[in-house]
C-alpha cells in the first residue's frame, strides 16, 4: 500500500508543479502548487448538470474512469514493496484496466449524441491503440531482460551492470514520459488550454460534464501522471530501503512535473495528422528496448 499512498500524495502536487513551471517559463510568476487541487475541490462541491439526451451510462463513466486508474495504481510496486495486486503478468492487466477506464469515458462523449464530443472520442481511442504496442513490447523487453513477469518482480530485480542496460533504462524512462504525455492529451499531441474545433481531443470529450463529474475527471488526469512517475521511479529505486527510496520516489515525481512543464512550455503541438507518426516512434524506441535486451542477454544473432 505505501505506492498507493505515495501516489496518492503526489497527485496532490504535481499538475501544480507543471502549472507553475509553466508560468516561471514564460516569466510569470503564476498561481500556488495546489491552485489546480483547490480548483477541483471546488467543482467536487458542485452539482452535475446532465442532458436529456443523455443516459445512465454518462452519469456512470467519471466514477468507471477514476475506479479503474485506482485499480492500476493497486498494481504499481514501491521498490521491494510490492503493489496491494501483484501476480505474473500484472501488467497486463494493469493495460486493460486502464483501457476500460478509457472506454467508459470515451462511450459516455458519444452517449452525448454530439457530433463535436464523437470527434474528440474517435481521437481519443486512436491514440490510446497506436501506443498500446509501445507500452507492451517495453514491458515485455523488461519481462525478457529480468525474467520475471510482473510489475514487482521486474523492479525488483532490474539491475544495471552495464552501458546497455543503462541506455534501456534511459530509453525505458523517455517512453514512459511520452506514454503519460499521451495518455493524458498534453502536448505536443494535445493542448488541454485551446479550444479549436480542428484540434481539440480530450477538452472536446468533456464538454457535457460540470460540477463533481468534472471534477472526478480532471483529479483522474492528476492520479494517472502520478502513476506513471510512480511507474518511472521504479527504474531508480531498485532495492533501496524506504528512507532513501521515498525521498527518491518525491524527487522523481518533482522532476516529471518539471518535465511536463518544460515541454508544454517550449514545444508546439503538432498538427493533427502528425500525431500518430509521432506516437508510432515510441513503438519503434521500444523495439530498440527489446534489442538492446537480447544483446545484454547474449541472444541476439
Do not use: C
Request: hydrophobic letters at 55%; a positive charge; charged letters at 10%.
Amino acid at each position: 500500500m505505501i505506492s498507493f499512498l505515495l501516489i496518492l500524495l503526489a497527485s496532490f502536487f504535481f499538475m501544480g508543479v507543471v502549472v507553475r513551471t509553466k508560468s516561471i517559463a514564460s516569466g510569470r510568476k503564476g498561481p500556488g502548487i495546489f491552485q489546480p487541487m483547490k480548483d477541483i475541490l471546488r467543482l467536487l462541491r458542485k452539482g452535475s448538470v446532465y442532458s436529456k439526451t443523455t443516459t445512465l451510462i454518462f452519469k456512470l463513466a467519471p466514477v468507471a474512469y477514476i475506479s479503474s486508474v485506482l485499480m492500476a495504481i493497486l498494481m504499481v510496486p514501491h521498490g521491494n514493496n510490492p503493489g496491494f495486486i501483484s501476480f505474473d503478468g500484472d501488467f497486463v492487466m494493469f493495460a486493460y484496466v486502464l483501457a476500460f477506464g478509457k472506454f467508459m469515458i470515451i462511450i459516455s462523449a458519444l452517449d452525448t449524441g454530439s457530433s463535436f464530443e464523437g470527434m474528440g472520442a474517435s481521437r481519443e481511442a486512436l491514440y490510446s491503440m497506436l501506443v498500446e504496442p509501445a507500452f507492451f513490447i517495453l514491458m515485455g523487453s523488461f519481462a525478457l531482460y529480468t525474467g520475471r513477469t510482473s510489475f514487482f518482480t521486474i523492479f525488483s530485480t532490474l539491475h544495471y551492470g552495464s552501458y546497455i542496460s543503462y541506455m534501456l533504462g534511459a530509453l525505458a524512462t523517455f517512453v514512459f514520459v511520452l506514454i503519460a504525455m499521451i495518455e493524458n492529451s498534453r502536448m505536443p499531441v494535445d493542448d488541454p488550454k485551446t479550444h479549436l474545433e480542428l484540434t481539440m481531443i480530450h477538452e472536446v470529450m468533456v464538454l457535457d460534464n460540470s460540477g463533481f463529474d468534472l471534477g472526478v475527471i480532471q483529479y483522474t488526469s492528476h492520479l494517472k501522471f502520478a502513476m506513471y512517475g510512480a511507474i518511472i521511479s521504479n527504474f531508480f529505486i531498485g532495492v533501496l530501503p524506504l528512507w532513501i527510496s521515498v525521498p527518491l520516489f518525491l524527487v522523481v515525481q518533482f522532476g516529471f512535473a518539471v518535465t511536463v512543464g518544460v515541454i508544454e512550455s517550449f514545444m508546439a503541438r503538432f498538427r493533427m495528422g502528425h500525431n500518430p507518426q509521432f506516437i508510432f516512434i515510441l513503438t519503434s524506441v521500444s523495439m530498440l528496448i527489446f534489442f538492446g535486451a537480447l544483446l545484454v542477454l547474449g541472444k541476439f544473432l
